[in-house]
């Protein structure tokens, strides 16, 4: 599966932004897609993820209650919806899939969309 992420921008602190992934392929429904960001001179990090069928969803504390991750696998596209931003959100956004089906498990995501860059100014 090929992953295309978008959306990122600048915004203020205390604003939203959505981002999209786009996915090739005909076995999107197959793969737990999860979000991590990285901030300049940072580890990659863990965002969250969804189920295959979307129905369930895990996120990581700094963002809980904050971001909501959506599917349309009819459309091959899976969403983050960022609310209430803060600076620290700032970092470049990527998109990723695995197969398998838990969605807490944070490894084996083999595959991996461009970055989008968020930037949230105070």
């Known amino acids: 599966v090929q992953l295309q992420a978008s959306g990122g921008g600048l915004v203020q602190a205390g604003g939203s932004l959505r981002l999209s992934c786009a996915a090739s392929g005909p076995t999107f429904s197959t793969y737990v897609m999860g979000w991590f960001r990285q901030a300049p001179g940072k580890e990659r990090e863990f965002v969250g993820a969804i189920s295959r069928s979307g129905g369930s969803s895990y996120y990581a504390d700094s963002v809980k209650g904050r971001f909501a991750i959506s599917r349309d696998n009819a459309k091959n596209a899976v969403y983050l919806q960022m609310n209430s931003l803060k600076p620290d959100d700032t970092a470049v956004y990527y998109c990723?899939?695995?197969?398998?089906?838990?969605?807490?498990?944070?490894?084996?995501?083999?595959?991996w969309g461009q970055g989008t860059q968020v930037t949230v100014s105070s």
């Open positions: 990723a899939a695995k197969l398998g089906a838990s969605v807490t498990t944070t490894r084996g995501y083999d595959y």
